[in-house]
């Protein structure tokens, strides 16, 4: 009866009587079948998600996948929304001044959902937050990472020149004029930008 109710209130999009529906099922009601279990795990998760409470949608998702087969279809779909409500929770704490909890929340996406697409703008945005709090030291690895892992990304472009400066300020001279010269050597930069990149490295060389 629970579980019904729980659907019929999500196919109207009453999210919050839908989640505490389902969340009767599988609390309250004696062993079901682990289909109806994942069903309601599912009406809970996706409701929490629609309602912005992403913290509950990560710990029902999870739920979720821990009762599907290694091989089922429904996986990977699964895998995408429980990234995203992770993701989502660093968005929220870098909107409310938190840094550091979004650093965390951002870099746990790819543990807590390995194989999502969220994974490497994720990666990436943990770097962008440590290197504007001038973390250096934890941002290049991250960095040197991605670059490792995501070869074709778009944002990989970007890398050089933020490791450089990274490298840079934390006295890596030798390996702050690498990246320099990267950044020299990529065309699809200004040539301004490139002529400069290339007097920067020139200088970080004579300093090793």
């Keep these: 009866m629970w579980l019904r109710s729980a659907q019929q209130l999500f196919a109207l999009r009453e999210y919050d009587p839908a989640a505490n529906a389902a969340r009767q099922v599988v609390t309250h009601m004696p062993p079901m079948p682990r289909t109806d279990e994942r069903a309601a ?8 998600f629609e309602l912005g409470r992403f913290d509950e949608s990560e710990g029902a998702y999870t ?30 704490r870098q909107q409310a001044g938190d840094i550091a909890g979004a650093v965390a929340d951002f870099l746990r996406v790819a543990t807590a959902a390995p194989g999502s697409r969220l994974v490497a703008n994720a990666q990436f945005d943990a770097a962008t937050l440590l ?38 300020e934390s006295g890596r001279h030798h390996e702050a004029a690498v990246e320099f010269e990267r950044v020299a050597d990529d065309r699809a930069e200004d040539a301004a930008f490139r002529r400069s990149a290339l007097l920067q490295a020139a200088e970080f060389y004579e300093r090793t």
Excluded: H, M
């Excluded at 979720?64 to 989502?88: H, I, N, Q, W």
């Excluded at 934890?138 to 960095?143: F, T, V, Y």
């Design 131 to 168: 290197l504007r709090e001038r973390d250096w030291n934890r941002a290049i690895p991250i960095l040197e990472a991605f670059r490792r892992d995501y070869p074709d990304n778009e944002l990989t472009r970007t890398v050089p020149r933020n490791l450089a400066v990274a490298y840079a």
């Design 41 to 48: 795990w599912s009406i809970i998760a996706d409701s929490s």
């Design 63 to 92: 739920e979720v996948l821990a009762r599907l087969e290694a091989d089922a279809k429904e996986r990977a779909g699964v895998t995408e929304r429980l990234g995203a409500s992770v993701y989502k929770q660093g968005e929220s």
